[in-house]
């Protein structure tokens, strides 16, 4: 694009009156906030907002003038953090850096699996598979998505036809990058099933570092019971957790879209282990967003035009250990319940609240609707004080995620609790039973936790 953006809306009227605009050509979540926004659409230059594919941030971004008020949805050289190889080659930098440093954090950053990348890596990842023989690996071509082009091998012998294919040929210019990670064979169950956890985190500035991360996310759950036996390989409806693959599953819920939300998740695992241990998990999942973000704090182009949605793909093993899979940068606001729809519109919503092109915000909210500050150039914590928890991850969103929703920056508290004990006769009333198509059923003990004074689960 040659021409500078115009200003948006010349004479812009006062702010009371002032009519927003945004550019985009999703047509799913997105569209929707926006429009219940009451914001117009342009397909020209006069954009408050542009939520935009990445490839535009590389082709179009550097080439134009923005006005100081036009916000971006990408920042510039996102892809550090969200190409699998790029972001196991930051992590392994920063974790290099640290250990240099003598820095005990550097201990915590071991939370992907052992990563290849190839061709340039093979002859490495072939020394490194003779020390695992009973191990199973994954390949996965880094520029595709929704569990496309991947695959689980035991031997050698098994990729040597994808090694003998052209798009392998290091010599090859065209040669597609693949990582080869070591499979996570042990991954947490319920009801015998595989998920991972998609977690969504905002960054609207790397410097200094500003994270707001959302307390809501959900589980994607395989629609087939987990087996780690070598002869299930082959089955990705099994092994991959992707909506994507789910759904061409005969025993794919389309009810449930396979999911649960985070919550959820939170309030079944707080009724097998208890508060202190399931906290310790997910303080631990937001950890691990962070540590991701700190390894390319430092290499990001900060611009005060962009921010981030980010959406982090974990997963955790049957020893809770959290595993980061993958960071995305354009997480999918396609909906395929109801209720996924709602979880979108409103992250969204409150996304755009934050982002603030509007001015409504006062600069010293620590929540707004679904989202707490967890970071600004220093970690922010709920009160312990006041919450159990050392997260609010999993935690209720507040009522005022509704008003927020409709265009009303939330209310400023932090450190909310998950309603235990109402979730537990919601769920008791709907005689649920552990499984993926409905809540998650409890265990009929409770304990009475002498912190909170009041009936947890066990
Ligand atoms: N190392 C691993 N161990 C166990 N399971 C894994 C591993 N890597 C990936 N998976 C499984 O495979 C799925 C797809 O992996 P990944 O998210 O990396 O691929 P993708 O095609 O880029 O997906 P997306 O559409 O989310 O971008 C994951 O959701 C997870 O269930």
Redesign the pocket.
């Known amino acids: 694009m040659s021409k500078p953006p115009s200003q948006p809306v010349q004479g812009k009227p006062s702010s009371a009156a002032r009519v927003f605009y945004f550019r985009t050509t999703f047509r799913n979540a997105i569209y929707e906030a926006l429009k219940r926004r009451g914001w117009k659409e342009t397909d020209g230059d006069n954009w408050d907002l542009h939520w935009t594919e990445r490839e535009w941030m590389s082709e179009v971004f550097d080439s134009i003038h923005l006005s100081p008020t036009q916000r971006v949805n990408h920042f510039r050289n996102q892809r550090e953090l969200c190409r699998?190889d790029l972001m196991v080659k930051n992590l392994k930098r920063h974790k290099r850096q640290l250990q240099k440093e003598q820095n005990p954090e550097a201990d915590a950053y071991s939370f992907w699996?052992l990563?290849y990348v190839l061709p340039g890596d093979y002859a490495l990842f072939v020394e490194e598979f003779k020390k695992y023989p009973t191990s199973f690996w994954?390949m996965?071509?880094v520029g595709?998505?929704?569990?496309?082009?991947?695959f689980l091998f035991k031997q050698l012998k098994e990729i040597a036809k994808w090694k003998s294919d052209s798009r392998y040929n290091a010599e090859n210019k065209d040669a597609e990058t693949y990582v080869v990670?070591?499979?996570?064979?042990n991954?947490y169950l319920v009801a015998g099933r595989?998920?991972?956890i998609r977690l969504y985190a905002l960054v609207t500035s790397y410097n200094p570092l500003t994270v707001w991360l959302h307390r809501s996310g959900f589980c994607?759950f395989?629609s087939t019971r987990y087996s780690n036996s070598a002869t299930t390989m082959q089955d990705t409806t099994m092994?991959?957790?992707?909506v994507?693959?789910q759904k061409k599953s005969d025993t794919y819920d389309s009810e449930t879209g396979g999911k649960w939300s985070l919550r959820d998740l939170k309030l079944y695992l707080m009724s097998r282990y208890g508060v202190a241990v399931v906290d310790r998990l997910f303080n631990e999942m937001e950890m691990t967003i962070m540590r991701c973000l700190f390894s390319v704090q430092n290499i990001m182009m900060n611009d005060k035009h962009c921010f981030e949605l980010y959406?982090f793909?974990v997963?955790f093993d049957d020893s809770f250990k959290v595993?980061v899979?993958?960071v995305?940068a354009s997480p999918?606001m396609s909906a395929n319940t109801k209720e996924d729809m709602d979880l979108k519109v409103g992250l969204l919503s409150n996304a755009f609240d934050i982002v603030d092109i509007e001015g409504k915000m006062q600069g010293n909210e620590t929540r707004v609707g679904g989202f707490d500050l967890i970071h600004k150039g220093i970690p922010i914590k709920p009160n312990s004080a006041t919450s159990l928890y050392t997260t609010n991850l999993g935690c209720d969103i507040p009522d005022d995620i509704v008003r927020s929703s409709e265009n009303t920056v939330g209310s400023t508290t932090n450190g909310g609790t998950p309603k235990e004990g109402e979730e537990k006769s919601k769920s008791s009333r709907s005689g649920s039973k552990a499984g993926i198509a409905g809540r998650p059923a409890f265990g009929a003990g409770g304990r009475s936790d002498s912190r909170a004074g009041r009936k947890t689960l066990t």
């Open positions: 699998k699996p990563t994954i996965k071509p595709r998505a929704q569990g496309k082009g991947i990670q070591r499979y996570i064979s991954p595989k998920f991972d994607r395989s092994h991959l957790t992707n994507a693959i959406g793909d997963l595993y899979i993958e995305n999918s």
